[in-house]
């Protein structure tokens, strides 16, 4: 390390003592003006959900430095205590003991200076060697620029971190005529991390026209910090890189590690969420720490046809490591389908996925991700079905399970792959294939898999569901999240969503789980190999209503091998 932790330690407190700023920037000094809603939330709430995270009302985005700390999880994320809009953006606060019941706190961060004046945007948490957690983030200063300061714990024996002080000579990063960086592409810094060198390290995204960047910052002190003349990666034609993520994941293990972890047993991910689609994407690759230079493998793509956290509606995504349970636990933002009307109407607007744990797969070549084991605890009646075979064109509805809150896992077997649809060359594209072939389009292998969310009469569902096809040198698995028929009112965004899952059918049984949440249909395909989440109103399949089938509209017949549900009980959100 360049200096030890007592000294920076010291020298931090000093520089916040010298400055008089403790009492003026500690969070219960929020101004009272932030804590009134113009938005009365609907009595009628049957899209909230359950046991995913969000708080009793407004809008939220992106997690924000997730941590734990003393034995607490801290969720911080992108907040409008004014209403179910973008806007008047904090950084709220929740803490856990794990990670499925939360307390609420006052906003961790508020716009109070001139570095973030005008906004406080995402941003991350390193914790220190020696335990203590700092706080980097975007503020948007009086010029409208984005730059990047610290905040720091005002009582480090608080484990629940209840106030945060700001850095009085914030900020600590911001563009300029001599580092050439566009002063509206500059934002979301990820976790630092510590070369062994003694020099931190640490990633902004930005652009430069249609190239997206990630900016590599280093610093001696963690105050102090200078822009390398190469960011540590970038991609042409990608658009404004924002909220990336730069970690280790260990070869051959599930077990996470700490963000500075380097050694031979290591690959490391590079996520960023492109401000263009809104979508995210992620590669693996090395990273060089001599050189600050990070190199996908050979096949890790840059672009639409790359690898991604999530499939459906999932956004600036942010990962942490569980030094509780060495894992590393990834959260991302479920945004809406519906219209910014209709979330005014219910007081509402986003909510956090599943946290998920998140390891390198034995391929080498992707991400696996799983919910947390602790979600389990909430199961509550379990409805179990024997081995069957399930005939071409069929259903079977699944009753005793509350089918509007549910975690449902399945698995499926196909044993005549030979009947299998051959699979266009052009067919590239899984989301513009499953739109094609809907739930509805019957095949030869497929759609099999759970209508959920159903209506009585079917006039109403959320169909997840696989198709085997075969191609030129193997058979090539497609999963579906179809919303097309998922309400009745054509106001929201129905979009279908697909991936290509990297299992085989031949050696494989196909499994799924969903985490149904009155408003969220999250999915887990292969084993967690893709992953799918929707966002899905129905007017009749809502609470009681709401009915669970298992499905073929296939020609041919599939084994169900084995199928639990589980009504789940509330978490505890408040």
Known sequence: MAISSACFFFFLCSLFLSHGVLELEASHHVDQNLQVSSTTPSKYQPYRTSYHFQPPKNWINDPNGPMVYRGIYHLMYQYNPKGAVWGHIVWAHSTSTDLVNWTPHDPAIYPSQPS??????????????????????????????????????????????????????????????????????????????????????????????????????????????????????????????????????????????????????????????????????????????????????????????????????????????DSLKNRRILWG?????????????????????????????????????????????????????PQQVLKGGLSLEVSGVTAAQADVVISFKVSDLGKAEVLDPSWTNPQALCSKKSASVKGSLGPFGLLVLASKGLQEYTAVFYRIFKGQNKYVVLMCSDQSRSSLNNNNDKTSYGAFLDVDPVHEELSLRSLIDHSIVESFGGGGKAVIAARVYPTLAIDGKANLHVFNNGTENVKITSMSAWSMKKAQIS
């Open 333 to 385: 933002w479920l945004n809406e389908s519906s219209i910014p009307a209709d979330d005014i109407k219910k007081g509402w607007a986003g909510v956090q996925a599943i946290p998920r744990t998140i390891w390198l797969d034995k391929s080498g070549k992707q991400l696996v991700q799983w919910p947390i084991a602790e979600i389990e605890k909430l199961r509550g009646q379990q409805v179990h079905l």
């Open 116 to 321: 973030d004046i005008n906004g406080c945007w995402s941003g991350s948490t390193t914790i220190m060697p020696w335990g203590t957690p700092v706080i980097l983030y975007t503020g948007i200063n009086p010029q409208n620029q984005q730059v990047q300061n610290l905040a720091m714990p005002k009582n480090l024996s608080d484990p629940y971190l209840i106030e945060w002080v700001k850095l009085p000579n914030n900020p600590l990063m911001a563009p300029s005529s001599l580092n050439q960086i566009n002063a509206s592409s500059f934002r979301d810094p990820t976790t630092a991390w510590l070369g062994p060198d003694g020099t931190w390290r640490v990633l902004i995204g930005s652009k430069t026209d249609r190239r997206g960047l990630a900016i590599l910052y280093r610093s001696k002190d963690f105050i102090t910090w200078i822009k390398s003349q190469q960011p540590l990666h970038s991609a042409k034609d990608t658009g404004m890189w924002e909220c990336p993520d730069f970690f280790p994941v260990l070869i051959n293990s599930k077990l996470g590690v700490d963000t500075s972890t380097l050694g031979p047993d290591v690959k490391h991910v590079l996520k960023v969420s492109l401000d263009d689609t809104k979508y995210e994407y992620y590669t693996i690759g090395t990273y060089n720490p001599d050189k600050d230079i990070y190199v996908p493998d050979h096949g890790s793509v840059e672009s639409d046809l790359g690898l991604r956290y999530d499939y459906g509606k999932f956004y600036a995504s942010k990962t942490f490591f």
